[in-house]
């Protein structure tokens, strides 16, 4: 039977970690902001937006909104983020995905600053993840490594198994396990003989973005399953990309959908602002 991963628990915990960290910095004189666009007014973004800024009111981080109508042009969002670079009291950008569709989500990506790219989705924080140098890491994959250090699995000289090789979440999280010293191997929708592939791993991480589709037939006996995935099911309740009655029996640990990796996405995010402020103003 598996122990279970509490993301709940140790986002909070990262949480109060922050809170305690920016009272202090606040008491130093230093205040740390972070800039939320939204461009539109689709729903799933107003969710995420409306947690972030809850979680910034929570921690002490003053959250600046950004909220654009549908019809912004790019060159308009462009102006915005220039500024925004240039300011220095504003410490973190973040612009809700999706976009709307006349603008270039890339080049909105590229404009924004290195140094306030607290989502880690600039090329230049990519790269510096893959060649071992400081930058921000994108925050789903940042959280999944705190998850597995502070419930204390090994990492170093695991076999790990990451399905999926999105630039938020599969690479990054790949990257960051090879970075721990895990032996890294990354499935896709192109992967001969997954079922095997993934019977190998002591951990395993599962981003393939398919309701329930990795049961007890792709697990390892006392392997760690960590499962990115969230979707709703038949009735409309709460699921992961992995069939969690099956595989908890046989893993040794496991994080649930919800309470497991969700949580941890806007404790990384917090921790990246309170971090751009402390290294670059
Ligand atoms: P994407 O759809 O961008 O990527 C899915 C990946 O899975 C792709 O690399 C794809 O391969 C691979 N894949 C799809 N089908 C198969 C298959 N049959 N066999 C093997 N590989 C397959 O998803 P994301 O990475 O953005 O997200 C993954 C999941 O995580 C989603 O459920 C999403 O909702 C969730 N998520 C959760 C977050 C959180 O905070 N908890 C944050 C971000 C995402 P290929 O590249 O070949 O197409």
């Known amino acids: 039977m598996a122990a279970i991963i509490d993301g709940k628990q140790i986002s909070k915990d990262i949480k109060e970690e922050l809170k305690k960290e920016v009272a202090e910095l606040k ?4 205040n740390c902001a972070l800039a939320v666009i939204q461009v539109g007014n689709d729903p799933a973004s107003s969710v995420y937006v409306g947690n972030k800024k809850k979680a910034c009111e929570y921690i002490g981080i003053e959250s600046v909104a950004y909220e654009l109508p549908e019809e912004t042009t790019q060159e308009e969002l462009l102006g915005i983020i220039d500024k925004l670079n240039n300011d220095p009291a ?3 950008i973040l612009c809700q995905l999706p976009l709307p569709k006349h603008i270039n989500e890339d080049e909105v990506i590229q404009a924004i600053s290195p140094k306030k790219d607290v989502d880690g989705f600039h090329p230049q924080n990519v790269g510096a993840l893959v060649i071992g140098q400081q930058g921000f890491v ?3 994959p940042a959280g999944i490594i705190q998850l597995l250090k502070r419930s204390n699995v090994e990492i170093a000289g ?3 198994v990451v399905i999926g090789r999105s630039n938020i979440v599969g690479k ?5 396990m090879l970075r721990e010293n895990a032996t890294v191997t990354i499935c896709h929708s192109k ?3 997954l079922k095997e592939v993934c019977k190998q791993a002591d951990i395993l991480i599962v981003a393939i973005g ?3 589709m990795i049961g007890a037939d792709y697990v390892k006996e006392g392997a760690v399953v960590i499962d990115v995935g969230i979707h709703r099911d038949s009735e409309n309740k709460l699921c992961g990309d992995v069939k969690y009655d099956e595989v908890f029996p046989i893993a040794s640990a496991i994080t649930p959908v919800p309470g497991g990796v969700g949580p941890m996405t806007i404790a990384m995010l917090m921790n990246n602002c309170v971090e ?3 290294m670059y103003s």
Do not use: D
């Open 90 to 92: 504003i410490h973190g």
């Open 172 to 176: 990054p999280m790949s990257l960051l």
């Open 210 to 212: 398919k309701p329930q």
């Open 191 to 193: 992967t001969a003989n």
């Open 158 to 160: 695991k076999n790990c």
């Open 138 to 140: 994108s925050c789903t």
């Open 276 to 278: 751009a402020m402390k």
């Open 27 to 30: 008491a130093a004189g230093k």
